[in-house]
């Protein structure tokens, strides 16, 4: 262990391409960690190495960029080897307040989680910085992705200090999206920054979004304006009673063509085919736009435009029967399956998909590269400015969709492969930036595989087969959720008793007792997924 430190100590010397020296490094605001130098100490202070061998057993990889290896990411990044020393050295030039306490919050639940803070606290407080942590409740979007008023001069909205969390992507763009003009909630706009997305989101060139993609990675480590963790795998699990008939496993944090509705399970002592799973509401059901495929309502209940396969490439349409790009990249058009149904009997009709775009975009938490996608549609700027009633850039014919860009983007197809349009009757008068907050997502009428049928909050959801799916009625009878959030803390236990027949877990310290359960399978899946420390540089609000 020390003669690995000691060359990880030599080796951040030597690839150190901090560009911030002590004339010019300095705070821009009365929030102390508006000053690189502690952010930079921060880094400095974490062995995330020791941390990756002993909470996460080896199963995580420590993160060097926010970006996972690959060709998108420059091989010149500081690693920010653990080196408690510099720390030191750099908190004293920013002339940093030891007294102060930092507030650490985070949204996962499960034990490795606690002990990570635990493992930070003591980092921190052997280097000076003492912090505090706790765990987000209730409306946790809100509490940390909505960005302040003046994206210069604050104050922030959210009111800690770091937040430990993640960037799943979708599209590599995902992970710098935020640093567009005015999104990020924690971080001055940075100009350089703004160019640079615009870059990345204007073309399909893989060539020249890798040019903006090293040059972020280099602002962002150069300025520890984000500390990157570690990379993890994401673990798909399934009981000997559960027959996928050959559908691929992908991302289950997203949508793909899984096939649900063909999988099949053994009855149970009564005769009944019922599946238990995990990812239910504890309070309220996510609208869909948010955390794409994460939840039980989302992955069951609603279906999207197009389809992707398990490695998130479109491969064609699901409420969709036919669609087509122009030549030119600027028109997007589909044609809707005859015969689509909501789950209450009603049909799907176009004007449920335009009213579903339209308010997506005013929509303040849309997953960022759904929320790009639309926000190029002709006429999106002066629609979310007020400026129009409607988006000009969205007609219909008949049962088709005609929706024209204003400038290229490059995840037309895997946008749509992730959107669920939603019934516009149950919204009327609902304000988009309030979507969240009306009646019906205490129990969603959705459009996919699965219907909500009885919801007990923070207890129980359960499914049952929507008989007028337009892909089959689903063969398993009855689908049982219990509630979890990303990480399930019960998830052993459940599987234990027999009560865990699908789904997944990024919690490293879960696989081992899986795999030692004669009756459960685990698939590991890579995929771009990258734990990290935000950090929040704007004044904090007063109250």
Not at 227 to 255: F, K, M, V, W
Not at 440 to 455: A, L, N, R, T
Request: hydrophobic share 40%.
């Amino acid at each position: 262990m020390l003669m690995r430190n000691m060359m990880a100590l030599g080796l951040a010397g030597l690839m150190s391409t901090t560009a911030i020296g002590a004339a010019t490094a300095q705070a821009i605001n009365e929030n102390p960690l508006s000053d690189p130098r502690v952010r930079q100490a921060i880094a400095y202070a974490i062995d995330m190495q020791t941390i990756v061998e002993t909470i996460f057993e080896g199963q995580a990889v420590r993160a060097v960029g926010l970006l996972p290896d690959g060709p998108n990411k420059p091989d010149d990044l500081n690693p920010y080897a653990f080196d408690p020393d510099k720390a030191r050295e750099l908190l004293a030039e920013a002339g940093w307040d030891s007294s102060q306490t930092l507030d650490v919050v985070y949204y996962y639940s499960d034990q490795a989680t606690a002990d990570l803070m635990a493992a930070m606290q003591a980092y921190l407080g052997d280097v000076g910085i003492n912090m505090n942590y706790r765990i987000l409740e209730g409306d946790v979007g809100a509490q940390i992705a909505i960005p302040p008023e003046d994206p210069v001069n604050g104050p922030s909205v959210v009111t800690w200090d770091m937040l430990y969390g993640a960037r799943a992507a979708l599209a590599m763009q995902e992970y710098f999206n935020r640093f567009g003009p005015g999104l990020m909630p924690t971080i001055p706009n940075i100009p350089e920054m703004n160019e640079l997305v615009a870059k990345v989101n204007s073309t399909p060139d893989p060539e020249i979004q890798r040019e903006g993609y090293f040059a972020m990675e280099r602002i962002i480590n150069e300025n520890a304006y984000i500390i990157p963790l570690y990379y993890q795998q994401l673990y798909t699990y399934d009981s000997d009673r559960l027959d996928r008939h050959g559908a691929p496993y992908g991302n289950e944090q997203y949508n793909y063509n899984w096939g649900v509705e063909n999988w099949t399970i053994e009855p149970d002592a009564d005769g009944k085919k019922v599946m238990y799973t995990n990812s239910a509401p504890a309070q309220f059901f996510e609208v869909p736009w948010q955390n794409l495929g994460i939840w039980v309502h989302n992955k069951f209940a609603f279906d999207t435009i197009l389809e992707a396969d398990g490695s998130l490439t479109p491969i064609g349409g699901e409420m969709a029967d036919t669609y087509e790009i122009s030549d030119d990249g600027l028109t997007f058009t589909f044609t809707l399956k005859d015969g689509l149904n909501w789950h209450d009997g009603e049909p799907i009709t176009v004007d449920d998909v335009t009213w579903s775009i339209e308010t997506a975009i005013k929509f303040p938490i849309t997953n960022p590269v759904v929320a790009a996608t639309l926000k190029k549609i002709e006429g999106a700027e002066a629609f979310l400015a007020g400026d129009a009633e409607h988006v000009s850039g969205l007609s219909t014919e008949g049962s088709t969709v005609t929706i024209d860009f204003a400038s290229v983007d490059p995840n037309v197809l895997l946008t749509f492969s992730q959107f669920a349009p939603l019934p516009a009757k149950y919204f009327e008068d609902v304000d988009p930036i309030n979507l969240q907050q009306a009646t019906y997502w205490q129990k969603p009428i959705g459009s996919g595989p699965f219907m909500i049928d009885e919801v007990v909050m923070n207890d129980y959801t359960t499914l049952v087969p929507f008989e007028g799916y337009h892909k089959g009625t689903p063969k398993i009878e009855q689908i049982i959720a219990r509630p979890s959030g990303d990480g399930d803390g019960n998830l052993l236990v459940n599987a234990t008793a027999g009560r865990a027949d699908f789904g997944y877990t990024k919690i490293a310290g879960d696989v081992p007792g899986l795999e030692a359960l004669d009756f459960m399978n685990v698939h590991p899946i890579d995929i771009p997924y990258t734990r990290m420390l935000w950090i929040n540089q704007f004044p904090k609000p007063s109250n």
